[in-house]
Nanobody
């Protein structure tokens, strides 16, 4: 059974930092493509960052230079380091594995199984000004 469990969310002031973790099991982590999405309150769910099985990364323009995606293959864990947080970064952050052929950057709501096959339950990040 594929499982993804996010943690590390919380409440911080603008300019602060958090590190999100996504602990996974039930699939071959080192051979998988993974991603992070953000569901902002009252808005759609946007793709934030991805990392491929061979280590290539992608960042949404809104987070470039502030967020860093990484993974620890030995621990089957993916991370998202959030620095320089802004109030607009507030939302539920989801990790996901096994992307489909769809290339939408924003969907109505997460999880969206037309984008990725498996999702975690999400972790809240609240950034106050």
């Amino acid at each position: 059974e594929v499982q993804l469990v996010e943690s590390g969310g919380g409440s911080v002031q603008a300019g602060g930092s958090l590190r999100l973790s996504c602990v996974t099991s039930g699939f071959t982590f080192r051979a998988s493509d993974l991603g992070w999405y953000r569901q902002a309150p009252g808005n759609g769910c946007a793709l934030v960052s991805t990392i491929t099985h061979d280590g290539r990364t992608y960042y949404a323009d809104s987070v470039k230079g502030r967020f860093t995606i990484s993974r620890d293959i030995a621990k089957n864990t993916m991370y998202l380091q959030l620095n320089g947080l802004k109030p607009e970064d507030t939302g539920v952050y989801y990790c996901a594995v096994d992307p489909t052929d769809s290339e939408l950057d924003v969907v109505d709501a997460c999880p969206d199984f037309t984008e990725y096959a498996y999702w975690g339950q999400g972790t809240w990040v609240t950034v106050s000004s």
